[in-house]
Antibody, heavy 115, light 112 residues
Framework: QIQLVQSGPELKKPGESLKISCKAS????????MQWVKQAPGKGLQYMGW????????TYADDFKERFVFSLETSASTAYLQINNLKNEDTATYFC????????WGQGVMVTVSS | DVVMTQTPVSLSVSLGGQVSISCRSS???????????LSWYLQKPGQSPQLLIY???NRFSGISDRFSGSGSGTDFTLKISRVEPDDLGVYYC?????????FGAGTKLELK
């Protein structure tokens, strides 16, 4: 069955960096784009952008063009989200999801940024 | 960016009842290829969102026929009939037609 399994929760200080993983299984990884979505505590879904799993080319929504990096390890069917220079407002759950339909979602990674 | 406006913000329903959620987009969601990439999602408490409906009216794998989607252009509706306890949570519409993709603010479905 198709699954997206994400890495575990993170507790970081402002200014630090982190890298979240999203491991896909049950389908051919390079056949579908990978999307990233942010959900701040108690808030709705905010689209961050996507990465082309065939070329590795990332595309970022405007709010995520600085400090955010999408990458791949195709041999491991894994997508990554790196956030640099963490800020308090990065505290949120981050989801990966497959293709433009967001048909399969990871379980989410809760990131807490606090001094 | 395409703004997705969902109404109502919250909805109370009795078990077995029927509800409708509206989603309006600020621009037409008809893609150049003729498809309309409007989807509906349900996020249950403490869980990831799950896809219910894609391309306006297509139920995703395993989704009950109690869920139906309709609409065109900029106006879309999700109907849920014979509401069950497992249907409770926050419903989002989302568009995958125009980049950046966007979501509505959500509609919380609660028990009356």
């Amino acid at each position: 069955q198709i699954q997206l399994v994400q890495s575990g929760p993170e507790l970081k200080k402002p200014g630090e960096s982190l890298k979240i993983s999203c491991k896909a299984s049950g389908y051919t990884f390079t056949d579908y784009a990978m999307q990233w979505v942010k959900q701040a505590p108690g808030k709705g879904l905010q689209y961050m952008g996507w990465i082309n799993t065939q070329t590795g080319k990332p595309t970022y929504a405007d709010d995520f063009k600085e400090r955010f990096v999408f990458s791949l390890e195709t041999s491991a069917s894994t997508a990554y989200l790196q956030i640099n220079n963490l800020k308090n407002e990065d505290t949120a759950t981050y989801f990966c999801a497959r293709n433009r339909y967001f048909d399969y979602w990871g379980q989410g990674v809760m990131v807490t940024v606090s001094s | 960016d395409v703004v997705m406006t969902q109404t109502p913000v919250s909805l109370s329903v009795s078990l077995g009842g029927q509800v409708s959620i509206s989603c309006r987009s600020s621009q037409s969601l008809v893609h150049n290829n003729g498809n309309t990439y409007l989807s509906w999602y349900l996020q249950k408490p403490g869980q990831s969102p799950q896809l219910l409906i894609y391309k306006v009216s297509n139920r995703f794998s395993g989704i009950s026929d109690r869920f139906s989607g309709s609409g065109s252009g900029t106006d879309f509706t999700l109907k849920i009939s014979r509401v069950e306890p497992d249907d409770l949570g926050v419903y989002y519409c989302g568009q995958g037609t125009q980049y950046p993709y966007t979501f509505g603010a959500g509609t919380k479905l609660e028990l009356k």
